[in-house]
């Protein structure tokens, strides 16, 4: 028990790699050696109790192994949360995380870029600003801060001739979709990196996602 099972044990629990990697020559010899005994006797274990799974963990599992094993492993805390925080991603829904459309800023169809806004733009530091049509929850178009290079505010452009010359596209999305799906839609970068999120049927926007948002989710 001492010299057969106690002792190799806890070698190898330690040192498995490196025992296993001088010791591979033997191994192999005496698989070679038992193989005819051996592999009829594991092709009728596996009939009659299936194949072996070996060590399976589901994401609830593997996040609990990081949060117990982090002292002893050479991740650090940031990473750790990285790790955890990518394996929710699919648990959480948009709602959880979007900005609700109260906390936005936004500018009505019928603004004019005058200097007024164009400085109230450049204060609030957006680069995307949704634009809505009367009701704040009909949001239909997208304003991308960039587009203001070629304005001259003297000219006093109204917004919608702006929107509808770039006719910037953007995300629609369900408040229940998950954050995944979310992720790999803003992947794409077919029609941006901001989603304006739709709440029940016919109720139009409740608020907005971006990618910055998923990404301050995982971190």
């Given at each position: 028990?001492?010299?057969?099972?106690?002792?190799?044990?806890?070698?190898?629990?330690?040192?498995?790699?490196?025992?296993?990697?001088?010791?591979?020559?033997?191994?192999?010899?005496?698989?070679?050696?038992?193989?005819?005994?051996s592999w009829p006797i594991s092709k009728l274990l596996d009939?009659?109790?299936?194949?072996?799974?070996?060590?399976?963990?589901?994401?609830?599992?593997?996040?609990?192994?990081?949060?117990?094993?982090?002292?002893?492993?050479?991740?650090?805390?940031?990473?750790?949360?990285?790790?955890?925080?990518?394996?929710?991603?699919?648990?959480?829904?948009?709602?959880?995380?979007?900005?609700?459309?109260?906390?936005?800023?936004?500018?009505?169809?019928?603004?004019?870029?005058?200097?007024?806004?164009?400085?109230?733009?450049?204060?609030?530091?957006?680069?995307?600003?949704?634009?809505?049509?009367?009701?704040?929850?009909?949001?239909?178009?997208?304003?991308?801060?960039?587009?203001?290079?070629?304005?001259?505010?003297?000219?006093?452009?109204?917004?919608?001739?702006?929107?509808?010359?770039?006719?910037?596209?953007?995300?629609?999305?369900?408040?229940?979709?998950?954050?995944?799906?979310?992720?790999?839609?803003?992947?794409?970068?077919?029609?941006?990196?901001?989603?304006?999120?739709?709440?029940?049927?016919?109720?139009?926007?409740?608020?907005?996602?971006?990618?910055?948002?998923?990404?301050?989710?995982?971190?």
């Amino acid at each position: 028990v001492i010299f057969g099972e106690i002792i190799p044990q806890a070698i190898c629990s330690r040192h498995g790699l490196a025992v296993g990697a001088k010791t591979i020559g033997i191994t192999k010899f005496f698989m070679l050696l038992t193989a005819p005994l051996s592999w009829p006797i594991s092709k009728l274990l596996d009939l009659v109790l299936g194949e072996e799974l070996g060590t399976v963990y589901n994401r609830a599992r593997l996040i609990e192994l990081l949060r117990v094993t982090q002292a002893n492993m050479d991740l650090n805390k940031d990473e750790v949360n990285i790790l955890q925080g990518a394996l929710v991603l699919q648990e959480k829904k948009i709602e959880d995380i979007m900005t609700p459309l109260g906390d936005c800023y936004m500018l009505p169809l019928e603004a004019v870029l005058d200097f007024d806004t164009i400085s109230e733009i450049k204060d609030k530091g957006y680069s995307r600003i949704p634009v809505y049509d009367e009701e704040e929850t009909n949001v239909v178009h997208i304003l991308l801060a960039k587009d203001l290079l070629f304005i001259d505010p003297d000219d006093k452009k109204p917004l919608a001739e702006v929107c509808g010359f770039y006719k910037t596209q953007f995300i629609t999305a369900e408040k229940d979709r998950p954050l995944n799906k979310m992720l790999d839609e803003f992947k794409t970068g077919e029609k941006g990196h901001l989603a304006i999120v739709k709440g029940e049927e016919d109720c139009g926007a409740i608020g907005l996602v971006s990618l910055e948002d998923i990404i301050e989710e995982i971190i």
